[in-house]
C-alpha cells in the first residue's frame, strides 16, 4: 500500500504572498515527524541542522501558548478530524512569530491514530504590514485633523476678532457640552465656511460657538427672571 502523499502548500491561495507557508506529516505508529522546507524556516534551522520531534516542535511555542497547543495536539491523535489553533511561536534566534496551524488528524480502522497532516502559516509578516498601514492611517488623520482645527481657529479668529488660544477654548467647550468630537466640530465650521449657500448658517454657528453653553443658558434664566413676577402672598 503506497504511502499517502503529504498535501502541497500554496501560499497565494492560503495567505498573503508574503507569508510563509509550510505543511508537516506526523506518523502516528512511528512518532516521526516530517517537515517542509517552510516549517524548518519558520523554526529557524535549515534541513539537517535538527531532527524535527514532537517535543522539539511543542518547545518552540510560547511558554504561555504551549499546554494549550499540546492539549489541541493530544486532543487530534485521540479523536481525530480536523483542528486549528493560533498561537505564537519562538524561533531558534528567539524571534516571535505569529502562527497559524490547521490540519487533520487521520484514524486507521481500528480507531488508532494512522497520521497527521497539517499546514502552518507564519502571519507575521502580515500582522506588522497591517499594524504599520494603520499606525500610518492614525497619523495622517491625526495630521488632517490639525489642520482643520486649524483652520476652524482661524475662521473663530477674524470672525470674533478674538486670539488662537480663545477660539480653541470656544471649540472644545462645544464639542465637551454637545458630545461631539472636537475634529468634527471643526471640520463642520470649516464646511460652513467652504459653502457660499447660505452665510447665515456659518454666522448663526458662530454666533452659538461665541455663546457657549453657559452662557447661553445665563441669558435664558436672566430673560426669565425679568419676566417672572412674584406671585402674592394670601391673607
Request: include cysteine; charge should be positive; hydrophobic fraction near 40%.
Amino acid at each position: 500500500m503506497a504511502a499517502p502523499k503529504i498535501p502541497q502548500a500554496y501560499p497565494t491561495a492560503l495567505a498573503a504572498a508574503d507569508c510563509i507557508v509550510g505543511t508537516f506529516r506526523f506518523d502516528g505508529a512511528s512518532g516521526k515527524l516530517d517537515w517542509s522546507e517552510e516549517v524548518y524556516l519558520i523554526h529557524g534551522y535549515c534541513r539537517g541542522e535538527i531532527v524535527p520531534t514532537l517535543d522539539l516542535f511543542l518547545s518552540h511555542k510560547h511558554p504561555d501558548d504551549r499546554t494549550r497547543s499540546r492539549e489541541i495536539f493530544d486532543q487530534a491523535r485521540k479523536t481525530g478530524g480536523s483542528f486549528f489553533s493560533y498561537d505564537r511561536l519562538i524561533d531558534a534566534r528567539l524571534r516571535e512569530h505569529r502562527i497559524l496551524t490547521t490540519g487533520e488528524a487521520v484514524l486507521d480502522e481500528c480507531g488508532r491514530l494512522s497520521h497527521i497532516d497539517a499546514f502552518i502559516i507564519d502571519l507575521t509578516r502580515t500582522l506588522q504590514k497591517e499594524t504599520e498601514a494603520y499606525a500610518r492611517a492614525a497619523v495622517a488623520a491625526a495630521n488632517a485633523s490639525r489642520s482643520t482645527i486649524e483652520q476652524a481657529k482661524g475662521i473663530l479668529m477674524g470672525a470674533l476678532h478674538i486670539g488662537s488660544e480663545e477660539a480653541f477654548k470656544l471649540l472644545v467647550s462645544h464639542s465637551q457640552h454637545s458630545n461631539i468630537k472636537l475634529a468634527r466640530t471643526a471640520a463642520d465650521l470649516v464646511d460652513l465656511a467652504n459653502s457660499a449657500k447660505d452665510p447665515a448658517l456659518l454666522d448663526g454657528f458662530i454666533q452659538a460657538l461665541h455663546r457657549g453653553p453657559v452662557r447661553h443658558r445665563s441669558r435664558v434664566i436672566g430673560a426669565n427672571r425679568h419676566h417672572v413676577r412674584r406671585p402674592q402672598r394670601s391673607m
